[in-house]
């Protein structure tokens, strides 16, 4: 054990449970529990989408940020209820009959967050999702989340989607990544 | 079904587009919204012909500051130059074809291509031939090699560009919609867009969208009832049609046309939420007056209102919304959504930025309305490959033959906003561009029917 310790920043316990977070939270998006799903978030959660702009290498604009990215998501808690709620009015006939939609995520890594209480966490996320007869659309991205434990466990406190596309190559992107 | 010939027409009509909708637009014949070939002479009579946004001009602010974008399914590269004037060309080498510019936006001295390194100026110009003087010989003239151009002409800040020589200014081709442009465009400081364009590809005909936007407020409180019962705001009466939406529809001789539902002072209408909608209140409040005074009490009544509304042929915006679209046509059965935010270049820092978010959260790529429109545009066009359903002629008869003339709205009204009529009035310019070759023809058919 002492030769693969170091090689984790946190406790392998810590380890685990993010582990297990991010999968049961994507369980829960996958079984359209989206209640569940923000009683996993904080209220000051902050959920961020920049759009990816084609830019050459020696551009030096500064990367985008929340105040002045154009974005595909850039909510706060009252935003992602909305969008709940969307869902639960019953009146959302593009998400009827239901689509099917798969999360994997992978490439998780874990590190101190900036306060003792909170990790910093990478990982990779690839979106299926499968509407209709045969339209299908996959997205792709990398996660730099905060992950906050608090007293009733790991919650998510900031999620920034790095979504690997230009063009958003299926009709919408109302799916959580 | 019975073909409606004009008997004005008397060029050459391959596709057959006269018997493909009548000359008041009331239906349509589905191939219009499917058809390969109908698309090609789209493509070279509508959109090779038309004014079609490129950007505004505080998205390039800067000597060399570009981007690119297309112009139907031309690649154009818009660039402002040392001289501080903004060019567009294409965005195509004119040795091989290959793209000269692969980035959507930033800032260059010149435009190499990657193929054999072919460099063009911010003018589109050719301005450098790698070992021209060893390789070609004295026929070879880089003066003639340049990138094609394109007429550019700016409204009000935003800019628009024309590959025809022969087509009308900018200001003429808008016509009447120039006056209802001002509402929100010829206050002080002007409107301008929040980019870059949020891109979204969606498997239908651009047109649906088109004429969606441009006066179909009747979906509003069905194809939304979701999302519009989550924000709440002045949509929400309409919300499961419980009721007619209030206001009008304007329609204008060159095809453009929007629905304007007025707010009073206690419900402003927009859509914007908690401390935006409060600081977006508070600008109305503060703005209507100054729209009253310099402007008029008609525009001032309308400048209080949410817009639907399309420039011919693809340009569209939301007001109260508020956003700023383009339909680029991929195909006659896809296209890409480009979304902008639009803004008064006024307004406090605070409030551009919750706007640009309001209008991602309801029109952006995961749009809470945006997303009810994409499948409703895909059903009406992919249900054509189905050759019964594509005899089947759609409808579009509502509010036919009430359009009106207004003492003070120019173009023509029709009440309520619940109408076809800028819907039918966009095709009907869609099909005297399909059916005339030249612009003189185009502009004498469109006001002799519209004065009829």
């Known amino acids: 054990m002492s030769a693969v310790a170091p090689c984790l920043d946190v406790p392998l316990e810590a380890y685990l449970a993010v582990c297990t977070f991010l999968y049961r939270e994507a369980r829960a998006l996958d079984e359209e529990r989206f209640r569940d799903w923000l009683g996993m978030v904080t209220d000051d959660i902050h959920y961020w989408m920049p759009i990816r702009e084609n830019r050459f290498r020696k551009d030096k604009r500064p990367e985008p940020t929340p105040a002045d990215a154009a974005s595909v998501y850039n909510d706060d808690r009252t935003d992602l209820d909305h969008r709940v709620q969307r869902f639960e009015s019953g009146l959302a006939w593009n998400e009827d009959p239901p689509a099917r939609v798969r999360r994997m995520v992978t490439n998780i890594d874990v590190e101190s967050g900036d306060t003792p209480d909170e990790y910093a966490v990478y990982s990779n996320i690839v979106l299926y999702r499968n509407r209709r007869e045969d339209e299908e659309g996959w997205f792709v991205a990398a996660r730099r989340d905060r992950l906050r434990m608090t007293e009733t466990g790991l919650r998510l406190a900031r999620r920034h989607i790095v979504l690997d596309h230009n063009v958003i190559l299926d009709e919408n992107l109302s799916v959580f990544l | 079904m019975a ?189 301008e867009l929040l980019g870059p364009p949020i891109k979204v590809r969606v498997r239908a005909n651009w047109k649906f969208f088109a004429e969606n936007f441009a006066g179909d407020f009747y979906h509003a409180g069905w194809t939304h009832a979701a999302a519009v019962s989550v924000i709440g705001g002045a949509l929400a009466e309409v919300q499961g049609n419980k009721a007619v939406a209030p206001g009008y529809q304007f329609t204008t001789t060159f095809g453009h046309g929007f629905n304007a539902s007025p707010g009073t002072e206690d419900l402003f209408p927009h ?182």
């Open chain 2, 3 to 191: 073909a409606h010939i004009d008997n004005a027409v008397t060029e050459p009509d391959p596709n057959g587009i006269a018997g493909l909708l009548p000359p008041d637009a009331a239906w349509q014949d589905r191939r219009i919204y499917w058809d390969e070939d109908i698309y090609q002479q789209e493509l070279e009579r509508v959109f090779a012909r038309s004014w079609l946004f490129l950007t505004h001009e505080n998205l390039i602010p800067e000597p060399g500051d570009f981007v690119t974008t297309f112009m139907g399914e031309d690649r154009v590269i818009v660039a402002r130059g040392r001289d501080g004037v903004v060019r567009a060309f294409l965005n195509s080498c004119n040795h091989r074809g290959n793209i000269v510019c692969r980035a959507d936006s930033g800032n260059a001295r010149s435009f190499v291509c990657h193929y054999h390194g072919w460099a063009y100026g911010l003018d589109g110009a050719l301005a450098d031939v790698p070992l021209e003087k060893d390789i070609y010989g004295d026929d070879f003239d880089r003066g003639k090699l340049g990138l094609k151009t394109v007429r550019v002409e700016s409204y009000r800040g935003f800019l628009f560009g024309n590959f025809d020589a022969s087509a009308p200014s900018l200001e003429d081709y808008l016509g009447e919609m120039g006056w209802y442009f001002d509402t929100f465009m010829a206050v002080p400081g002007g409107a």
């Open chain 2, 271 to 452: 859509i914007h939420q908690g401390e935006i909608a409060r600081e977006f209140d508070d600008w109305m409040r503060a703005r209507i007056p100054v729209v009253r005074k310099e402007l008029g009490p008609e525009r001032a009544e309308i400048y209080n209102a949410i817009w639907d509304g399309t420039m011919f042929p693809n340009t569209s915006f939301l007001r109260g919304i508020d956003t700023w679209k383009v339909w680029q046509p991929r195909g006659p059965r896809e296209l890409e959504i480009w979304t902008w935010t639009l803004v008064e270049q006024d307004m406090p820092e605070s409030l551009k930025r919750g706007i640009r978010h309001s209008n991602e959260k309801t029109f952006g790529a995961a749009g809470l309305l945006e997303g009810d429109d994409g499948e409703n545009m895909e059903g009406n066009t992919n249900t054509a490959a189905g050759w019964v359903t594509r005899q089947q002629p759609l409808n579009a008869q509502m509010g036919l033959a009430r359009e009106h003339a207004h003492p003070v709205f120019p173009g023509r009204v029709s009440q309520p906003a619940d109408n076809e009529a800028s819907h039918r009035n966009l095709l009907r310019m869609w099909r005297t561009m399909m059916l005339h070759e030249d612009w003189d023809k185009i502009m004498a058919a469109r006001r002799a029917e519209y004065a009829a």
